[in-house]
């Protein structure tokens, strides 16, 4: 009884097997369409991307001088914000602290 249930357990177990031919065929065509179309969608993206970039600029042009000030202050401050959370992010801990401590008293 035993041995037959193992003969029985052989015949159906999955057995891996090279792919066929034509299975490997479909799969490299499937992979390579992919490629193909997220490439056309990534360039569609970057043209939006570009399109927005223009439009900041037609919207920045069409501002009041007074506008585009506070633009430029805002864009400034991000940077130095930026700016300054790169320079913390390389400085020791003990570093960090003493620049803590002396923006707190107005250095």
């Not at 920045?60 to 864009?75: A, D, G, V, Y």
Request: charged share 20%; hydrophobic share 45%; aromatic share 14%.
């Amino acid at each position: 009884m035993f041995i037959a249930a193992l003969f029985t357990i052989a015949k159906t177990w999955n057995q891996p097997k090279c792919p066929l031919i034509i299975d490997w065929i479909g799969k490299m065509w499937h992979i390579y369409t992919m490629e193909y179309y997220a490439a056309i969608r990534n360039d569609e993206f970057v043209s939006f991307v570009g399109t927005w970039m223009n439009l900041e600029n037609i919207i920045l042009s069409k501002l009041t001088q007074e506008q585009k000030m506070k633009h430029r202050i805002f864009s400034l401050i991000g940077t130095w914000m930026n700016l300054e959370n790169i320079i913390l992010s390389k400085l020791t801990h003990e570093q960090k602290m003493k620049y803590h401590i002396l923006s707190l008293i107005g250095r």
